[in-house]
């Protein structure tokens, strides 16, 4: 009992104090440090994924197979409006990923609708949560590897 009455009689003092101000403090460093962070930061703000699931229907690799997956890609996204469908290079393959699911049972339940066409698997991935703008891809031209 009476260390609980001497701790408060000492924080008590300590308290009354008033005099007592705060220190401040800066740190410096290296101004390049500063700029990598906020540019950092500024690339990371510009991504709007979010982790989720997609639905891998092919991997290429070898000669052609950058063609070979987005023309893959180009005839998904003519046959199954409203479904996104990537592209993704995963060196040496080329991956033809398809989908923004949120839960393992949402891609589950749209590979069993396309099953009959497509053979995939589901993959753990990051999603858009909004879809993101199409850009146009122009193949390699036959004759680009002849240099």
Do not use: W
């Not at 260390?3 to 403090?25: D, P």
């Amino acid at each position: 009992m009476m260390k609980r009455y001497f701790f408060c009689f000492l924080l008590l003092i300590i308290t009354s104090l008033g005099g007592v101000e705060a220190q401040s403090f800066s740190i410096e460093g290296d101004t390049a440090v500063s700029g990598m962070v906020r540019k950092h930061v500024e690339l990371n703000s510009r991504v709007k994924t979010i982790p989720g699931f997609r639905l891998q229907i092919a991997s290429f690799s070898g000669a052609n197979s950058k063609n070979n997956s987005f023309s893959l890609r180009d005839s998904f996204l003519a046959s199954h409006d409203g479904v996104g469908a990537y592209v993704v290079f995963d060196e040496p393959n080329f991956k033809v990923k398809i989908g923004d699911f949120r839960t393992r049972l949402e891609a589950y339940a749209y590979l069993q609708e396309i099953k009959d066409e497509y053979k995939g698997y589901i993959v753990r991935d990051n999603i858009y949560a909004e879809p993101p703008v199409l850009v146009d891809y122009a193949p390699d031209d036959e004759t680009s590897g002849d240099e």
